[in-house]
T-cell receptor, first 112, second 116 residues
Framework: DQQVKQNSPSLSVQEGRISILNCDYTNSMFDYFLWYKKYPAEGPTFLISISSIKDKNEDGRFTVFLNKSAKHLSLHIVPSQPGDSAVYFCAARGSNDYKLSFGAGTTVTVRA | EAGVAQSPRYKIIEKRQSVAFWCNPISGHATLYWYQQILGQGPKLLIQFQNNGVVDDSQLPKDRFSAERLKGVDSTLKIQPAKLEDSAVYLC??????????????FGSGTRLTVV
């Protein structure tokens, strides 16, 4: 039973434009959400996170938005750069958990 | 600080054979995780250790998978016998005891297993 879903397996965007990645979750006990970035042959690396007490968190070109009532979060990358081409995973955990539940990932390709 | 080390990077075996993966976490990280990532899916937790004790192994297929973390440092994950559906990347991650934010949660590069 997949509790974190990323329904878009891929996204292609032109360099300089905005990339928007979406993620939905079903477990109402999740209270902390993270985005990871993964290059081929490497492990996932942390990108940005948000606690359920916030609805927005910004770090440079990356912003994560959380809509708890809709159980939905999104990652905005502005402006997109060629180095952003990677697989992006949405992850979540509960207040008493250390383990993460991951979505299936979205492959982002930034075109020059 | 050195990252999470995993070996081997790649492994190809025939079904019904056995295989073992090794992980060395970041120094001082008491919590260690093994995740399985099947192609096209997100990582799935197999087992979580805290020091040398198992915290969560609810998704570990115990009829064929086993893991240990002797002395609370290095860990090995074993599959015996392997099945075709075990083909995946096996990721090890570690974090500090009690640290639940992201910053202490570091993944290794993984071991890509192909079962033929």
């Amino acid at each position: 039973d997949q509790q974190v879903k990323q329904n878009s397996p891929s996204l292609s965007v032109q360099e300089g434009r905005i990339s928007i990645l979406n993620c939905d979750y079903t477990n109402s006990m999740f209270d902390y959400f993270l985005w990871y970035k993964k290059y081929p042959a490497e492990g996932p690396t942390f990108l940005i996170s948000i606690s359920s007490i916030k609805d927005k968190n910004e770090d440079g070109r990356f912003t994560v938005f959380l809509n708890k009532s809709a159980k939905h979060l999104s990652l905005h990358i502005v402006p997109s750069q060629p180095g952003d081409s990677a697989v992006y995973f949405c992850a979540a955990r509960g207040s008493n958990d250390y383990k993460l539940s991951f979505g299936a990932g979205t492959t982002v390709t930034v075109r020059a | 600080e050195a990252g999470v080390a995993q070996s081997p990077r790649y492994k190809i075996i025939e079904k019904r054979q056995s295989v073992a993966f090794w992980c060395n976490p970041i120094s001082g990280h008491a919590t260690l995780y093994w995740y399985q990532q099947i192609l096209g899916q997100g990582p799935k937790l197999l087992i979580q250790f805290q020091n040398n004790g198992v915290v969560d192994d609810s998704q570990l297929p115990k009829d064929r998978f086993s893991a240990e973390r002797l002395k609370g440092v290095d860990s090995t994950l074993k599959i015996q016998p392997a099945k075709l559906e075990d083909s995946a990347v096996y990721l090890c991650a570690s974090s500090r005891l009690g640290q639940r934010d992201n910053y202490g949660y570091t993944f290794g590069s993984g071991t890509r297993l192909t079962v033929v």
